[in-house]
């Protein structure tokens, strides 16, 4: 079938995901909002989440304009395309609606979700497809968003002049542009996950060690003067900074394997016609996965009374059933398009699906009271804080093996899947790295389903604390308690399935660098710039498209017999650790006054003893106004640093330094985010009040408070950032490509 018939799929898709998002979002409005004073509780959070992320984006704004008109300066010059400063914006302008619209129907959705649980009869099941199907709003603004301007801006290069060529050329500079708009994403998303995670740990924090350790409230007790800005920080932290971060590792996984099919194609002088059946195929399964999704939502139900494994079966239902229609509807697309080796590309989308699943399945037995992790650290809370914290840290760093070894053995498949051997060839390289990039893009197929998941926790978690603010009752609680336990859960598990999708799109994203540079070359060489690695100019762009791998990096020195790889490599690792340290810090910084100002509240005999009410529009104040200055730095680095490395180091030390930071990142990544999933449900188990353990307010209790409050700036703000710190530095050296190669040359 014609690829250019089946393209029309990719804009029906996303009009399909958006109008479901639509359905469900004024379906749940339609949803009882409870008494006048669950009315008044979930006021108070939407207008801090609304006020924090109008503030967030005047300070990106800012930054945006500045970096576009970078982009502009380096298009005028030649280093770049003139399209790319609109790209850039539009790319940042949609991963920050996606972000918005989930966040909006997140703080509608908490209140409804806790009067639903009301019902003694099917309380249980209501409240969980609430909380679903609202999740679901995000899962399917970000992907009908994303094929939205994928197909957009397709459509506006391929057929307005703005690319000049024919013939495969033509679809390798296309492609290559329409990857710079995921910078415009990935910069976006990540002031989004720092800005929100510094908000919603520093309230977290003060919250939880004045509140539960120093007066033993309950959780979410109305006398608490940060319960209000914790339950703003879950929404703008893991609603709408998660939405930004997966919006840019869709569209990104999406973008690089179309760029590296064309250059596979290319690099094995194929036709137009097949350069167009590999452009096309991850966009169109990306489509077929969107549509596919909504079915899955559909699925999720449960029963009263369910226990967190059936809880869980009800999620991993609907998105099981979506992954293997996916799988199947993959085979027939590849074979439609007519690719000649379809089954081969089939296998690697299905092996990005099973290592997506399988990471999933890892993070949800380190991070849930279900299995013998978590069990494990919460016996460790019989003896104190200390080893609450050890224990932590040792099952966090255990649990990076599985991941890291899925990963592995997930990327030789895909590569030899896609390549059909082993043998280093500058076909077989290609097409190999088409492969690692296309199962990416089977990952994130499910990812409307997956990350309604993800959305469902904060959402649960809000309805808990609107319950307990607005005082429905243990029984009530109780059920808001199932639906939050297993919100940590689904949280830690998309955590996880975020950071494996960002390893997978960092090395499609490293492989398309090379495409991006050779154009770049290319668009030099045109201009008869001579620089002195050449004996001569460096060759006009038609002959350096015909560059194959191997010439490329020998031009290059990109080996890792040359130093500025190696130190590259160093730099790249360091980086990690000195992002998490500065984002850790800023959240200590802020918790430190959030804390004080707890306290300084509860001095007041009336605030403690509920005779007056606590001042919460304060402690919202303090955490908006520590994540618009702490978010600044560490969003800076990933900018800088890639841009810097080049000007010292060139393109040898910005390889270096890509792969640094993606095999440093991720293991960090890993690390984090589930020792900090299992400290959160290890305190979760003690509540439960199982019968080794004391139940809260108690000296076993409270040791699993510090060990959570650790963990809190672990797995929602340090962890999760670092799989877009990744993805950014490599889309930043994409953009940037034309500079590297001056300042290498030079």
């Known amino acids: 079938m014609d690829p250019q018939t089946l393209f029309w799929l990719v804009p029906a898709a996303s009009l399909i995901a958006l109008l479901f998002a639509a359905i469900f979002f004024f379906n749940m409005k339609k949803a009882d909002e ?24 005047k300070v990106v704004a800012i930054f945006f304009a500045i970096i576009a008109v970078v982009f502009g300066v380096m298009a005028y010059f030649g280093l770049q395309n003139n399209i790319v400063p609109v790209a850039f914006l539009t790319g940042g302008i949609f991963s920050g609606l996606a972000g918005f619209i989930g966040m909006k129907t997140a703080t509608y959705a908490s209140g409804r979700v806790a009067e639903a649980c009301r019902d003694e009869h099917d309380g249980l099941n209501r409240g969980l497809k609430l909380a679903f199907r609202s999740g679901a709003v995000l899962g399917l603004t970000v992907v009908g968003f994303g094929l939205l301007d994928i197909s957009a801006w397709y459509l506006i290069l391929d057929n307005t002049g703005l690319v000049q060529g024919e013939g495969v050329s033509k679809l390798v500079e296309i492609t290559t542009i329409m990857l710079t708009f995921g910078m415009g994403a990935s910069l976006q998303a990540l002031f989004a996950r720092v800005g929100g995670g510094i908000y919603t740990k520093a309230a977290d924090v003060g919250a939880d060690l004045v509140g539960k350790t120093e007066f033993h409230f309950n959780e979410d007790d109305p006398r608490n003067p940060a319960t209000i800005a914790d339950n703003v920080g879950d929404n703008v932290g893991d609603v709408a900074g998660m939405g930004a971060d997966l919006y840019e590792s869709y569209a990104g996984s999406i973008l690089a394997s179309a760029a590296l099919g064309a250059a596979a194609v290319a690099a094995a002088h194929g036709t137009y016609d097949q350069g167009m059946q590999m452009v096309m195929a991850p966009m169109i399964i990306g489509a077929v996965g969107a549509i596919l999704s909504v079915l899955g939502i559909f699925i999720v139900r449960t029963k009263q009374g369910a226990t967190q494994s059936q809880l869980m079966a009800a999620l991993n239902r609907g998105i099981n059933f979506s992954g293997v229609l996916i799988a199947l509807a993959a085979a027939g697309v590849l074979y439609l398009l007519g690719i000649e080796n379809w089954l081969g590309l089939w296998g690697s989308i299905v092996i990005g699906l099973v290592v997506g699943i399988l990471i999933g399945k890892v993070t949800e037995y380190y991070t849930s009271f279900e299995y013998k992790p978590v069990k494990f650290i919460a016996e460790n809370a019989t003896t104190g804080p200390a080893t609450v914290i050890i224990s932590g840290i040792g099952v966090g760093m255990i649990s990076t093996c599985w991941p890291v070894l899925f990963i592995v053995a997930g990327t030789i498949g895909a590569y030899l899947c896609a390549a059909g051997g082993l043998e280093f060839s500058s076909a077989n390289l290609s097409m190999g790295l088409y492969g690692i990039g296309i199962a990416a893009v089977g990952m994130l197929s499910t990812l409307g389903l997956t990350l309604a998941t993800d959305a469902y926790g904060p959402i649960s978690d809000n309805a808990g604390g609107n319950a307990e603010m607005s005082g429905l009752g243990e029984s009530v609680r109780s059920r808001t308690d199932a639906l939050d336990a297993l919100g940590n859960t689904t949280a830690a598990t998309g955590k996880g399935f975020a950071i494996g999708s960002a390893a997978l799109t960092a090395l ?40 194959d791998i191997a010439t490329f990096m020998n031009k290059f020195e990109v080996t890792l017999m040359n130093p500025k790889v190696l130190l590259g490599i160093f730099i790249g690792a360091m980086l990690s650790f000195l992002f998490c340290g500065l984002t850790m810090n800023a959240v200590g910084r802020a918790a430190k006054r959030m804390v004080e100002e707890v306290r300084s509240q509860l001095a007041d005999k009336d605030v403690l003893e509920g005779r007056k009410k606590a001042d919460y529009a304060r402690c919202v104040g303090i955490s908006t106004q520590g994540a618009q200055r702490e978010m600044i730095i560490p969003s800076l680095i990933a900018v800088v640093v890639p841009i810097l490395t080049g000007l010292f180091m060139g393109v040898a030390g910005v390889f270096g330094l890509l792969a640094g930071g993606l095999a440093g990142g991720f293991v960090l990544a890993v690390f984090m985010a589930n020792s900090g999933g299992a400290w959160d449900n290890a305190k979760k188990f003690i509540e439960t009040g199982d019968a080794a353990f004391c139940g809260k307010h108690t000296p076993i209790h409270d040791a699993s408070v510090v060990g959570d409050t650790v963990g809190d700036p672990f797995k929602d703000t340090s962890g999760p950032s670092l799989n877009i710190l990744i993805k950014l530095m490599s889309m930043v050296s994409i953009v940037t490509a034309g500079l590297n190669i001056v300042f290498s040359l030079l």
């Open 34 to 57: 409870g008494t006048d004073r669950m009315k008044e509780i979930a006021g108070y959070v939407r207008e801090g989440a609304m006020a924090y992320l109008k503030q967030q984006y």
């Open 508 to 547: 499609a994203l490293l492989a398309s660098y090379i495409e991006e540079l050779k154009i770049a070359a290319g668009r030099l060489g045109d201009a008869d710039i001579t620089l002195s690695l050449f004996s001569g100019p460096i060759g006009k762009g038609a002959e350096v498209a015909t560059w």
